[in-house]
């Protein structure tokens, strides 16, 4: 398998792991955040190696260990701030990437423990304000299944459901795919707009109401060279080209910061 590939999902699989300058990670200690679902007894570090009222947890004992990934913020326009603490548990399946979301609201004095929301998580999240009464949390994204790194630039959509309290959802605004691993190599469609591979190091754009992240692409460009007199295959290749399809090896593909507008979703390459 090719070294740039183990590289890229080391990176992705590992960043929820990755600290970064947030305020709430300071402030908030884990022994307290635990405490509010764990006893005192089972609290080893970071981690809760006895969940009380895990969800679906069917009769198991499931473990949660809070990353350092937590953000703080008013993500809803009424009430308390929230904070959002990034965890990993042994009772989550690959589907969910292990883990999920422990959300507390903010009074000023305590966080009180909401819920479990498995599977929302997201990581190297920026917060950015919305208008003067709420925040927008916005978050890179990243599964890997049958070889295929999926990432994406996506909005945590905080709501109120009737009878579940609150909810986070994905609302994506750029989405990618890297099939190296499956396929040796990227692949594209020769009739079809420019294709992107990853996205990395998210930031808060220059503009109010933007954000800022690094992509791999095939731009038109790419794309008419691959279809044309095409790149040098690699070594191992994994698929056979359907009609109107190209190669794009690793190391020919293209990467640019671009930006994002969270009004209109438009993409456009920062110079």
């Given at each position: 398998?090719?070294?740039?590939?183990?590289?890229r999902?080391?990176?992705?699989?590992?960043?929820?792991?990755?600290?970064?300058?947030?305020?709430?990670?300071?402030?908030?200690n884990?022994?307290?955040?635990?405490?509010?679902?764990?006893?005192?007894?089972?609290?080893?570090?970071?981690?809760?190696?006895?969940?009380?009222?895990?969800?679906?947890?069917?009769?198991?004992?499931?473990?949660?260990?809070?990353?350092?990934?937590?953000?703080?913020?008013?993500?809803?326009?009424?009430?308390?701030?929230?904070?959002?603490?990034?965890?990993?548990?042994?009772?989550e399946?690959?589907?969910?990437?292990?883990?999920?979301?422990?959300?507390f609201?903010?009074?000023?004095?305590?966080?009180r423990?909401?819920?479990?929301?498995?599977g929302?998580?997201?990581?190297?999240?920026?917060?950015?304000?919305?208008?003067?009464?709420?925040?927008?949390?916005?978050?890179?994204?990243?599964?890997?299944?049958?070889?295929?790194?999926?990432s994406?630039?996506?909005?945590?959509?905080?709501?109120?459901?009737?009878?579940?309290?609150?909810?986070?959802?994905?609302?994506?605004?750029?989405?990618?795919?890297?099939?190296?691993?499956?396929?040796?190599?990227?692949?594209?469609?020769?009739?079809e707009?420019?294709k992107?591979?990853?996205?990395?190091?998210l930031?808060?754009?220059?503009q109010?109401?933007?954000v800022?992240?690094y992509?791999?692409y095939?731009?038109?460009?790419?794309?008419?060279?691959?279809?044309?007199?095409?790149?040098?295959?690699?070594?191992?290749?994994?698929?056979?080209?359907?009609?109107?399809?190209?190669?794009?090896?690793?190391?020919?593909?293209?990467?640019?910061?671009?930006?994002?507008?969270?009004?209109?979703?438009?993409?456009?390459?920062?110079?």
């Amino acid at each position: 398998m090719p070294h740039r590939y183990l590289l890229r999902v080391a990176l992705a699989l590992c960043s929820a792991a990755i600290a970064s300058a947030s305020p709430a990670r300071a402030q908030n200690n884990d022994r307290a955040l635990l405490s509010a679902f764990c006893a005192a007894a089972n609290i080893k570090g970071s981690t809760c190696t006895r969940a009380r009222a895990y969800p679906n947890a069917a009769g198991r004992v499931c473990d949660v260990k809070l990353t350092g990934e937590r953000y703080s913020g008013r993500f809803l326009p009424s009430g308390n701030a929230l904070l959002v603490v990034i965890y990993e548990s042994a009772c989550e399946a690959h589907v969910n990437e292990f883990g999920g979301v422990a959300l507390f609201e903010q009074d000023g004095k305590t966080d009180r423990f909401i819920r479990f929301l498995p599977g929302a998580q997201g990581h190297d999240c920026i917060t950015l304000p919305k208008d003067t009464r709420q925040d927008l949390l916005i978050c890179l994204t990243g599964h890997m299944g049958q070889g295929h790194l999926e990432s994406g630039v996506a909005q945590m959509a905080f709501a109120n459901k009737p009878g579940k309290g609150i909810d986070i959802s994905f609302d994506f605004l750029l989405n990618a795919e890297d099939s190296v691993g499956a396929y040796g190599s990227n692949v594209v469609t020769c009739n079809e707009g420019p294709k992107y591979f990853g996205v990395s190091r998210l930031a808060a754009g220059k503009q109010p109401g933007t954000v800022a992240v690094y992509v791999d692409y095939a731009d038109d460009e790419t794309i008419r060279t691959a279809c044309g007199q095409g790149f040098p295959k690699p070594e191992e290749l994994y698929y056979d080209l359907a009609p109107g399809e190209a190669f794009v090896p690793p190391g020919y593909e293209k990467t640019k910061r671009f930006t994002i507008d969270l009004a209109t979703r438009k993409l456009a390459p920062l110079e």
